[in-house]
């Protein structure tokens, strides 16, 4: 990890859904910064993996904090092995950082989460709850079971109806995207997560919006083929990328240390200058014109078109 860290030990794991869980880290050396609604930590795991995972707790203490793990058993992430650690083990957790702020100008919020992206909102529904500022949610699920939060948002619900809105998938519920973002007033933010195929359409439909409209999105990018030759200029290594790896696992094994956090493809932490070589990008970060220039990429997921690349490292 390139950013300040602490050191914090596993105090407890929660289950909130059909596999995810609330995983709290307690601090052993250090402390934490105070965490605003959106944020997110990266955690180091033991196998070397770094993965950033939203907070959930409330930002009440800086000794320990409470993040959302979903327990993907086939994903390429380090989420599974996260959720096989035993109370008692100790990771190295950054201070919280936050690329997705709730914009406390909004007269109103609307919120718009696919699955797992329910979790960097719900620090922000709650932070609306405090201050009295209106809220709405829309939430797509494959189904109750899968829900976090579902009784606490169904409370909120009570309270103040229609202003939580559930689609589960398997009672043929389907979330439609351009209904909601056509509902935002003029003065109200709109703020959506999940998988790629939700959070681009959302940025499409809600282009003029401006400052107005914010999305995170939790994809996972598929990795480039191998079978070529990698050179990096500044350390002066000569590597072999071969079928089954990143530029960044090969980068990683000749002992280089390059600046990573999400592993697939959405953050842009991994980025390295392209000085020779054709790209195969596989990222979400980049703008097709950018892509297009051949200038840069993220070797945490994109490869190489040709029998050779070299990249600036």
């Not at 083990?89 to 997705?100: E, H, K």
């Not at 398997?170 to 351009?178: E, F, S, T």
């Not at 499409?204 to 919006?209: I, K, M, N």
Request: net charge negative; charged share 20%; with cysteine.
């Amino acid at each position: 990890m390139t950013a300040s860290t602490v050191a914090a030990t596993i105090t407890a794991v929660t289950p909130i859904a059909q596999d995810i869980y609330g995983i709290t880290l307690t601090t052993v050396q250090g402390s934490l910064e105070e965490a605003q609604p959106g944020a997110h930590v990266r955690v180091q795991l033991p196998s070397g993996r770094e993965r950033s995972y939203s907070i959930i707790s409330q930002p009440e203490s800086c000794a320990a904090m409470t993040i959302a793990v979903k327990d993907e058993v086939d994903g390429r992430g380090g989420s599974h092995e996260l959720c096989t650690l035993a109370t008692g083990t100790t990771l190295r957790v950054s201070q919280p950082q936050n690329d997705f702020t709730l914009d406390s100008q909004d007269v109103a919020s609307v919120f718009v989460a696919a699955g797992i992206g329910i979790t960097p909102l719900w620090n922000m529904i709650t932070a609306c709850e405090a201050t009295g500022q209106p809220w709405r949610l829309h939430y797509a699920a494959r189904s109750s079971a899968c829900c976090a939060f579902e009784a606490e948002l169904a409370a909120f619900e009570a309270e103040v109806p229609g202003r939580v809105h559930f689609y589960f998938a398997d009672r043929g519920q389907r979330l439609d995207l351009a209904d909601i973002v056509a509902s935002v007033k003029p003065d109200e933010g709109i703020y959506c997560c999940g998988p790629d195929r939700i959070t681009h359409e959302f940025a499409t439909l809600t282009a003029e919006f401006g400052t107005r409209a914010h999305r995170e999105d939790f994809s996972v990018a598929e990795v480039a083929s191998g079978g070529y030759e990698l050179v990096l200029a500044r350390s002066g290594h000569t590597l072999r990328v071969e079928d089954g790896m990143t530029v960044l696992d090969a980068v990683l094994e000749a002992g280089v240390e390059p600046e990573y956090s999400c592993m697939s493809g959405t953050c842009g932490s991994c980025e390295v200058v392209v000085l020779d070589g054709e790209v195969e990008h596989q990222d979400f970060y980049l703008s097709d014109e950018e892509k297009a220039s051949n200038d840069r990429m993220m070797i945490c997921c994109s490869g190489s078109r040709g029998e050779r690349l070299v990249i600036d490292l």
